[in-house]
């Protein structure tokens, strides 16, 4: 079964410290894609990252770095020199070829960023 | 300016009334998609439609009804049969090719409903 668990509900930090958000998945599928999405309180999500299966190569975009590990079934996610602008709530979603475009949300991580 | 527009931004409803939640999108999606959230449950699909005139339940369909009669629109309806309504209600829509995975989906500003 499809199942997305990020196990921490708020994160608290202050500004310029390094945070990472943790993303574990559960997929019967060979083919699958992870991604994650930022909820900034206005309450439009924004996509950030999309991740295949087959390609388990971090990324890195500017103070973003997201670290795919099939052997633990994780997609973290690594925001470096934190910055107020960062305060939002981040989702860690999966999709499974044999499902097509149904998105499976995890519960989501609040982080708040105080200066 | 492409994008995706939900109306109203706030509603507010008597208990055992119906009520139509308004999305459009000018992005060309084929793919459109309905997703309630409620605090500390992530987001749960409740309907998605992949071509017009055609939709199919999500998880959580019970007391909601869609249509898409044309691409661009896909209205959501909360019905009185909807036993816990007040929640933040979002659309989002991408392009399906197929129904592809690995799409992203693009979502609206939502729309908060709350039931009185």
């Known amino acids: 079964a499809q199942k997305v668990t990020q196990a921490q509900t708020e994160i608290s930090v202050v500004e310029k410290e390094d945070v990472t958000l943790d993303c574990v998945y559960e997929t019967r599928d060979t083919t699958y894609y992870l991604f994650w999405y930022k909820q900034p309180p206005s309450g439009e999500l924004v996509f950030l990252i999309r991740?295949?299966?087959?390609?388990?190569q971090n990324e890195i975009s500017g103070r973003y770095s997201w670290n795919f590990q099939k052997s633990t079934s994780s997609f973290n996610f690594t925001i470096t020199a934190s910055q107020v602008v960062d305060s939002a709530v981040y989702f860690c979603a999966l999709s499974e070829a044999r499902y097509g475009n149904k998105l499976v949300f995890g519960a989501g991580t609040i982080l708040r960023v105080k200066s | 300016d492409g994008g995706i527009t939900q109306s109203p931004k706030y509603l507010f409803r008597k208990e055992g009334q119906n009520v139509t939640l308004s999305c459009e999108q000018n992005?060309?999606?084929?793919?459109m998609y309905w997703y309630r959230q409620d605090p500390g449950q992530g987001l749960r699909l409740i309907y998605y439609s992949q071509i017009v005139n055609d939709f199919q339940k999500g998880d959580i369909a019970e007391g909601y009804s869609v249509s898409r009669e044309k691409k661009e629109s896909f209205p959501l309806t909360v019905t009185s049969a909807q036993k816990n309504p007040t929640a933040f209600y979002l659309c989002?829509?991408?392009?399906?090719?197929?129904?592809?995975?690995?799409?992203?989906?693009?979502f609206g500003p939502g729309t908060r409903l709350t039931v009185l």
């Open positions: 992005l060309n999606h084929d793919a």
């Open positions: 991740r295949n299966s087959f390609d388990e």
């Open positions: 989002a829509s991408s392009i399906d090719q197929e129904g592809a995975a690995y799409n992203e989906q693009f």
